[in-house]
């Protein structure tokens, strides 16, 4: 069987241009968080999510320590900063514990990797994810459309690209899909519509760890919309369908969120030389 979280990872760096646009319903709904540092520091720029953390110039050495690190003014600063950041983040955090997928699907982490295990009726179908540069950049909006205020800026959701594994048994490849969310440039309106994309379909030999090149790739920017339609329909039939992307959507969020505060507190801990 392949060995998804390796190939998610090849897939990312394949795949990182930006997407042709598909039209889906928003997901706003979603009832993300807004990430303290963000609402706080930021400074208007619309190259980026994330702002510098220290914006002070940079100060000299002032002690060391017995652990052989430098420790300075500005380290001191740093950590009283990241302090209150982690307090701030830690009220946001809805739950420590991370939401559940419905349907059956079985979760294994590897720190940012997520992956979701379903069997059924014989196949077994496998979701991998990683969290990794999954927020999307809020872009910047009009200043007398955007209200003032922390309690206006943007949510931060996370939209990870996922790919989905179909094995038979007895069969010697998988069916790989490679999707994702792509931007959602209009509203759902009264029908519904798919919120993730089908990017590139392929059959992959079982239990290679990278995605094989020389297999023969289905790129679906130019495809058929009815084959395209039979291919979501396949994915729908296993539990890959807009009720499962929502709740992915929440668990990645979660999940980033989670890995976000242990960043920083790696950090603060890494800074203290403790």
Same mark, same amino acid.
């Given at each position: 069987?392949?060995?998804?979280?390796?190939?998610?990872?090849?897939?990312?760096?394949?795949?990182?241009?930006?997407?042709?646009?598909?039209?889906?319903?928003?997901?706003?709904?979603?009832?993300?968080?807004?990430?303290?540092?963000?609402?706080?520091?930021?400074?208007?720029?619309?190259?980026?999510?994330?702002?510098?953390?220290?914006?002070?110039?940079?100060?000299?050495?002032?002690?060391?320590?017995?652990?052989?690190?430098?420790?300075?003014?500005?380290?001191?600063?740093?950590?009283?900063?990241?302090?209150?950041?982690?307090?701030?983040?830690?009220?946001?955090?809805?739950?420590?514990?991370?939401?559940?997928?419905?349907?059956?699907?079985?979760?294994?982490?590897?720190?940012?990797?997520?992956?979701?295990?379903?069997?059924?009726?014989?196949?077994?179908?496998?979701?991998?994810?990683?969290?990794? *540069?999954?927020?999307?950049?809020?872009?910047?909006?009009?200043? @007398?459309?955007?209200?003032?205020?922390?309690?206006? @800026?943007?949510?931060?959701?996370?939209?990870? *690209?996922?790919?989905?594994?179909?094995?038979?048994?007895?069969?010697?490849?998988?069916?790989?899909?490679?999707?994702?969310?792509?931007?959602?440039?209009?509203?759902?309106?009264?029908?519904?519509?798919?919120?993730?994309?089908?990017?590139?379909?392929?059959?992959?030999?079982?239990?290679?760890?990278?995605?094989?090149?020389?297999?023969?790739?289905?790129?679906?920017?130019?495809?058929?919309?009815?084959?395209?339609?039979?291919?979501?329909?396949?994915?729908?039939?296993?539990?890959?369908?807009?009720?499962?992307?929502?709740?992915?959507?929440?668990?990645?969020?979660?999940?980033?969120?989670?890995?976000?505060?242990?960043?920083?507190?790696?950090?603060?801990?890494?800074?203290?030389?403790?």
């Amino acid at each position: 069987m392949l060995k998804s979280l390796s190939r998610a990872a090849h897939l990312a760096a394949r795949l990182s241009g930006k997407s042709a646009a598909v039209p889906g319903i928003s997901i706003s709904s979603i009832s993300p968080f807004s990430r303290s540092i963000w609402s706080r520091c930021h400074n208007g720029a619309a190259s980026g999510y994330r702002p510098k953390l220290l914006t002070s110039k940079r100060l000299l050495p002032s002690a060391s320590c017995g652990c052989g690190a430098l420790h300075t003014d500005g380290d001191k600063a740093f950590t009283e900063f990241l302090t209150d950041e982690i307090k701030e983040e830690k009220k946001i955090q809805k739950s420590k514990t991370l939401p559940k997928i419905s349907g059956g699907w079985e979760l294994e982490l590897n720190s940012t990797e997520a992956k979701l295990v379903r069997s059924i009726s014989g196949e077994k179908v496998t979701v991998t994810f990683n969290v990794n *540069n999954s927020i999307p950049p809020q872009l910047e909006e009009e200043p @007398e459309q955007t209200p003032k205020g922390p309690e206006h @800026e943007p949510d931060i959701v996370s939209t990870p *690209n996922f790919v989905v594994e179909v094995t038979k048994q007895g069969a010697t490849n998988s069916l790989v899909f490679d999707c994702h969310f792509p931007e959602d440039e209009t509203s759902g309106g009264e029908e519904e519509r798919d919120i993730f994309a089908i990017r590139e379909v392929s059959f992959q030999p079982e239990g290679d760890a990278d995605w094989k090149e020389t297999s023969y790739t289905l790129n679906t920017d130019s495809l058929d919309w009815a084959l395209y339609d039979h291919l979501m329909d396949f994915l729908s039939d296993r539990g890959v369908d807009n009720t499962f992307a929502h709740e992915l959507i929440e668990l990645s969020t979660s999940l980033e969120h989670q890995e976000y505060i242990k960043f920083l507190e790696d950090l603060s801990r890494f800074i203290k030389c403790k």
